[in-house]
Structures are given as C-alpha cells and as structure tokens.
C-alpha cells in the first residue's frame, strides 16, 4: 500500500519559512518524479514544485519562484520543500504527488498525472 505522509506544516508570520517533508512507502520511490501541490479554500489544486526521480532537475512555479526550494533524499525515501519569505498568498493545504511513470522526465505538472497524494498539510500565514 502506497502511503505519502507530510509534515512540517503550521502557523508562520509573513515573511517567516517553513520546512515541509513527505515520507513515501510502498513504492519505488528512487525511480518517481516526486511533487508538491496546494489548494487554497475555495481554489483549484495547484502547481508549487517537483523534482525529478534522479533529484537532478526541479520544477518551480512561477508564484513561489525564488523562495521555494524542493529537495529529495532517495536513501529515505523523503522530499522535502523548503518555503521562505512567505506571505499570506501562501496559505493553503499542501499536498505531496507522486507522478505516474508515464510522465517522467516531462517538465508540465498538471493533476491528471497524478498516481498518488498525501493527505495534505496545512500550512497558514498571518500578515
């Protein structure tokens, strides 16, 4: 059974950082590009970053460009998004994605090409 946990979510003041972690099990976790989304209330799932299954190419949105910084380790089966400079926009659940196989190495994230998610962190940003 495949399981994505997150954690490091919370409560930051503007401007503050936070350190998100994903924990994969049951999948080969060494071989999946590995992302993360977010959904604010009220709003569709979006894009925020992904890495590639070697961890030797990331993809970042444009709206977190500069103060977000995804990460893996394949030893832990972990990745991880490291958020600076945060603002109240930010807030939102955070979702960890494996993508499918089918996919890999393709620079467009999008839902559909989604196999698995966490449950989601929620992740709130006071001004």
């Known amino acids: 059974q495949v399981q994505l946990v997150e954690s490091g979510g919370g409560l930051v003041q503007a401007g503050g950082s936070l350190r998100l972690s994903c924990a994969a099990s049951?999948?080969?976790?060494?071989?999946?590009?590995m992302g993360w989304f977010r959904q604010a209330p009220g709003k569709d799932r979006e894009f925020v970053a992904a890495i590639d299954w070697s961890g030797g190419r990331t993809f970042v949105a444009d709206s977190v460009k500069g103060r977000v910084t995804i990460s893996r380790d394949n030893a832990k089966n972990t990745v991880y998004l490291q958020m600076n400079s945060l603002k109240p926009e930010d807030t939102a659940v955070y979702y960890c994605?494996?993508?499918?196989?089918?996919?890999?190495?393709?620079?467009?994230?999008?839902?559909?090409?989604?196999?698995?998610w966490g449950q989601g962190t929620q992740v709130t940003v006071s001004s």
């Open positions: 994605a494996a993508r499918y196989s089918l996919y890999r190495g393709s620079v467009r994230w999008t839902v559909p090409q989604i196999d698995y």
């Open positions: 049951g999948l080969t976790f060494s071989s999946k590009d």
